[in-house]
T-cell receptor
Framework: DSGVTQTPKHLITATGQRVTLRCSPR?????VYWYQQSLDQGLQFLIQ???????AKGNILERFSAQQFPDLHSELNLSSLELGDSALYFC????????????FGPGTRLTVT | AQKVTQAQTEISVVEKEDVTLDCVYE???????LFWYKQPPSGELVFLIR??????QNEISGRYSWNFQKSTSSFNFTITASQVVDSAVYFC????????????FGKGTTLSVSS
């Protein structure tokens, strides 16, 4: 158990809908990362937050957004969903230091039908 | 640009065989960090090891060992006396000092160990 929690574990929704994925980091970690894992793109970095502020952006679509709250939990919002958004979404946390290991949650499997 | 290549897509071995998973990286940064993660069939990503670019010392942890060679930009992972429980997808990842702390992952190597 990494100490990172993600809810829900599975999510099935229709195209055009909006969903919210939730992540709670390990105790003491200030940084949260979101990654997307799909068969064609592999594991891709989406976005990072550090202590409530956006720190870095990767290949995140404009239809996607995230935030980190004062209690350090984070939410990833996916809107106008398309079939191609079906993937496993991971949250990871770390203390935010450069080069420090990230600990991953169990992931949320999103299926868009 | 940073890149991680895991040329072996799938490897199949029989229990007790040794197996090496290859990882080659590209970076222009002089300070960088390399990682290995394991993704078992249950799906979670498990951290295995981190190495920084200034530490080329090889590491051994039980049946696992890692060989870091800057001259060939490689960070290979060897499992000695493989076991069925080692069956998983293994990912090599890179983080650059100048690019922040996000991980750039390779495509992964699927290891199947049969009894």
């Amino acid at each position: 158990d990494s100490g990172v929690t993600q809810t829900p574990k599975h999510l099935i929704t229709a195209t055009g809908q909006r969903v919210t994925l939730r992540c709670s980091p390990r105790s003491g970690d200030l940084s949260v990362y979101w990654y997307q894992q799909s068969l064609d793109q592999g594991l891709q970095f989406l976005i990072q937050y550090y202590n409530g502020e956006e720190r870095a952006k990767g290949n995140i679509l404009e239809r996607f957004s995230a935030q980190q709250f004062p209690d350090l939990h984070s939410e990833l919002n996916l809107s106008s969903l398309e079939l191609g958004d079906s993937a496993l979404y991971f949250c990871a946390s770390s203390d935010g230091g450069v080069g420090h290991e990230q600990y991953f949650g169990p992931g949320t499997r999103l299926t868009v039908t | 640009a940073q890149k991680v290549t895991q040329a072996q897509t799938e490897i199949s071995v029989v229990e007790k065989e040794d197996v090496t998973l290859d990882c080659v990286y590209e970076t222009r940064d002089t300070t960088y960090y390399l990682f290995w993660y394991k993704q078992p069939p249950s799906g979670e990503l498990v951290f295995l090891i981190r190495r920084n670019s200034f530490d080329e010392q090889n590491e051994i942890s039980g049946r696992y060992s890692w060989n870091f060679q800057k001259s060939t930009s490689s960070f290979n992972f060897t499992i000695t006396a493989s076991q069925v429980v080692d069956s998983a997808v293994y990912f090599c990842a890179l983080s650059e000092n100048q690019a922040g702390t996000a991980l750039i992952f390779g495509k992964g190597t699927t290891l199947s160990v049969s009894s």
